[in-house]
T-cell receptor, first 115, second 116 residues
């Protein structure tokens, strides 16, 4: 597609429920990233996928968080047993490749609210 | 370890004047890229400018320029002729080429207010 698409744009869930956030990157972009942005804060790296390589999961805050990328395209971030501290905007980005010079194109984000 | 520091939580500038947003970084990797992103109140992240660690000249993109001082490990963003639409959050970011694994880390951001 023309840009990075994320869905849903907003999600309100009850504490303890599982949620799935979806990211559809730009066609042809081999690298895909998930970040979390809490209110008024910077971006916290979560996970990164590059082609068929094993993902870099070093930023996932707990084992309640997981992500997959199917067919080198669409990615799903899953949060199990959500907690109130999981409330944030979850941003997905893609880049043409993973080299140092490749800037990101970001999606509009999913605003997750855990009540 | 990678680190990005933006020491100015908020900045004010008069419309049509220039403003410099500070960014310092720390890395032991000789190959890295430095980026600036803009985040308006609508929330989307917009790529502004890129500087490679081996680039000899400072990067420029329209009204944006990056003042790259490698020895000082600083990568300040200069916005010339500020416009009201420049009011936004600005993030400095860095990506290492080796052990960093190509993930980009972001600073805490600087909120810029442009006054009419």
């Amino acid at each position: 597609g023309a840009g990075v698409s994320q869905s849903p744009s907003n999600k309100v869930t009850e504490k303890g429920k599982d949620v799935e956030l979806r990211c559809d990157p730009i066609s042809g972009h081999t690298a895909l990233y998930w970040y979390r942005q809490s209110l008024g804060q910077g971006l916290e790296f979560l996970i990164y996928f590059q082609g068929n390589s094993a993902p870099d999961k070093s930023g996932l805050p707990s084992d309640r968080f997981s992500a997959e990328r199917t067919g080198g395209s669409v990615s799903t971030l899953t949060i199990q047993r959500t907690q109130q501290e999981d409330s944030a905007v979850y941003l997905c980005a893609s880049s043409l490749a993973a080299g140092v010079g490749y800037g990101y194109t970001f999606g509009s984000g999913t605003r997750l609210t855990v009540v | 370890a990678q680190k990005i520091t933006q020491t100015q939580p908020g900045m004010f500038v008069q419309e049509k004047e220039a403003v410099t947003l500070d960014c310092t970084y720390d890395t032991s990797d000789p190959s890295y890229g430095l980026f600036w992103y803009k985040q308006p109140s609508s929330g989307e992240m917009i790529f502004l400018i890129y500087q490679g660690s081996y680039d000899q000249q400072n990067a420029t993109e329209g009204r944006y320029s990056l003042n790259f001082q490698k020895a000082r490990k600083s990568a300040n963003l200069v916005i010339s002729a500020s416009q009201l639409g420049d009011s936004a959050m600005y993030f400095c970011a860095m990506r290492e080429g080796g052990t960093g694994g190509f993930k980009t880390i972001f600073g805490a951001g600087t909120r810029l207010f442009v006054k009419a």
